[in-house]
């Protein structure tokens, strides 16, 4: 599903990533490294949004930069969530195109009750916010689920509701970034800076 060959990426002379080779197949992967790694950098390059220096990049066959159709099966839950804030989380989940039912169904699990699900979401805590743009991500349909620090926002009984959603999910790519120790275990742990 993404495969990465020669990957570099350098700001302002510093190279903050260097990815000779990476394969990554459908399951759920822990990016792992201390701040300042790339680990945010690498999701952003595998979703489109922030070109490499150089290096070739395969999401699903196809290239993030140029291919629209790879593009929109990739989604992307970063620091800033993304969400409108005068919509309700149900309203959100109408604007992203979301599946009513599933997303509904996310949002049980992780933990989020039908009452403030209903406020508009600029009156929502951190945690809230993470918990409806994870359920938008998870019920859009999308192949590929990137997630910047999902978990550090949450509650302990949500972070293991999250950890056995992502776990069920079958058929996806998922990766989700980490610099301390969170309640999952995936397919495989990518360390940056990347060593084989």
């Given at each position: 599903m993404v495969e990465i060959k020669d990957l570099k990426k350098v700001y302002s002379g510093r190279?903050?990533?260097?990815?000779?080779?990476?394969?990554?197949?459908?399951?759920?992967y822990i990016l792992r490294g201390p701040n300042g790694s790339g680990k945010s950098t690498l999701l952003r390059i595998l979703a489109g949004i922030t070109r490499p220096t150089?290096?070739?990049?395969?999401?699903?066959?196809?290239?993030?930069?140029?291919?629209?159709?790879?593009?929109?099966?990739?989604?992307?839950?970063?620091?800033?969530?993304?969400?409108?804030?005068?919509?309700?989380?149900?309203?959100?989940a109408s604007f992203f195109g979301c599946d009513p039912e599933g997303f509904r169904a996310f949002l049980e699990r992780l933990g989020l009750d039908g009452k403030t699900a209903l406020r508009p979401v600029r009156t929502f805590s951190r945690g809230e916010r993470v918990k409806v743009s994870i359920a938008v991500s998870l019920s859009s349909g999308k192949s590929v689920i990137l997630l910047d620090e999902p978990f550090p926002p949450l509650d302990v009984k949500s972070r293991e509701a999250l950890s056995r959603t992502l776990l069920s999910m079958r058929g996806k790519l998922i990766v989700i970034t980490a610099h301390g120790d969170i309640p999952i275990r995936g397919e495989g742990s990518i360390k940056l800076p990347f060593q084989t």
């Amino acid at each position: 599903m993404v495969e990465i060959k020669d990957l570099k990426k350098v700001y302002s002379g510093r190279e903050v990533l260097n990815i000779p080779h990476l394969r990554l197949r459908s399951g759920v992967y822990i990016l792992r490294g201390p701040n300042g790694s790339g680990k945010s950098t690498l999701l952003r390059i595998l979703a489109g949004i922030t070109r490499p220096t150089r290096g070739e990049v395969k999401v699903l066959g196809g290239d993030p930069f140029k291919d629209h159709t790879v593009r929109r099966m990739i989604a992307w839950v970063g620091h800033r969530t993304g969400l409108v804030e005068d919509l309700n989380a149900y309203e959100n989940a109408s604007f992203f195109g979301c599946d009513p039912e599933g997303f509904r169904a996310f949002l049980e699990r992780l933990g989020l009750d039908g009452k403030t699900a209903l406020r508009p979401v600029r009156t929502f805590s951190r945690g809230e916010r993470v918990k409806v743009s994870i359920a938008v991500s998870l019920s859009s349909g999308k192949s590929v689920i990137l997630l910047d620090e999902p978990f550090p926002p949450l509650d302990v009984k949500s972070r293991e509701a999250l950890s056995r959603t992502l776990l069920s999910m079958r058929g996806k790519l998922i990766v989700i970034t980490a610099h301390g120790d969170i309640p999952i275990r995936g397919e495989g742990s990518i360390k940056l800076p990347f060593q084989t």
